[in-house]
């Protein structure tokens, strides 16, 4: 019994810190590889309520931080991405798009499937555009039974999973994972269980 409580005690302990550590991260900031998203690492990192600092929304292929000394420009077609109000973004084949997740086979080119998305028509629209590719830098594809069936086609294990699931709910949040289900019948189908950076 006083295992279970201890064990019950660290448990709670990990979880709280874990917390932290999400909560810790700047929500603001530009990721300039593929790494470095991975890895959760930004370059002129700032949180929203920092004095001085401020994260343009980009125009055309550009974004700007201002920091009380200076001010920065990158294009975003020479840097992978950029993380604004805590999400992360990208511009992809002429599109700038969140990056809703990614799960991973190969650990040197991250190669597997990224999802992403996009708003349509404005801002204040609740509809979005879904796209995948199978490599982060990759162009991207418009998630449809067809096109994605034609991506995977040699990925058999995949391919079953995801004939078991009715199409019209491949984009639901998993209510345990919190994630949209083509990435968690992707996950299962090679039994990942981790994609290498935490999604909050």
Not at 41 to 51: P, Q
Not at 81 to 105: F, P
Request: aromatic share 14%; with cysteine.
């Amino acid at each position: 019994m006083k295992a279970i409580f201890m064990g019950a005690c660290l448990w709670v302990f990990m979880a709280k810190i874990q917390a932290q550590k999400v909560t810790d991260r700047p929500n603001n900031g530009v990721y300039l590889t593929v790494d470095d998203y991975i890895h959760h690492r930004l370059v002129h990192e700032f949180n929203d309520k920092r004095e001085g600092f401020n994260l343009r929304t980009p125009r055309m292929n550009r974004i700007k931080i201002k920091t009380p000394d200076s001010t920065y420009q990158y294009d975003l077609t020479t840097v992978f991405g950029y993380r604004q109000a805590g999400r992360d973004w990208c511009y992809r084949s002429g599109e700038l798009v969140e990056i809703i997740g990614y799960k991973s086979l190969e650990l040197l080119s991250y190669e597997g499937l990224w999802l992403y998305r996009r708003r349509d028509w404005s801002e204040l629209s609740p509809n979005y555009t879904y796209f995948f590719s199978k490599h982060p830098t990759g162009e991207l594809s418009w998630v449809s039974r067809k096109k994605v069936k034609e991506a995977y086609k040699k990925d058999t294990e995949f391919m079953s999973l995801l004939n078991q699931v009715r199409w019209s709910r491949i984009l639901d949040i998993s209510t345990k994972t919190g994630r949209p289900l083509l990435l968690d019948i992707y996950a299962t189908a090679h039994q990942l269980h981790f994609s290498l950076k935490d999604k909050e």
